[in-house]
């Protein structure tokens, strides 16, 4: 048997889609109540994945328990170079 969360991926496709900064997606959807945890995530992945680093806001990533030590997880699963 599924178990689920009606709505939750419509309503973080809906973020996904009307978003225009990574920040305001994520805070939009926080907003909302619910399963804005499962939201969060789909929607900062995908928003992540169009604005890059540098559309993350920098205060964000340096209140991140260690991010650089992620970053770098990151890069060789990706294989990307560290420069």
Do not use: N
């Not at 939750?8 to 926080?30: N, S």
């Amino acid at each position: 048997m599924l178990a689920g969360l009606p709505g939750a991926f419509q309503a973080a496709l809906h973020g996904v889609l009307t978003a225009v900064r990574f920040e305001q997606a994520v805070r939009e959807t926080m907003s909302c109540g619910g399963c804005s945890c499962s939201r969060s995530s789909f929607i900062g992945a995908c928003i992540g994945a169009q604005v890059g680093l540098q559309g993350i806001p920098a205060s964000w990533k340096s209140r991140t328990l260690r991010y650089g030590e992620l970053l770098e997880l990151a890069r060789s699963a990706v294989g990307a170079d560290k420069s």
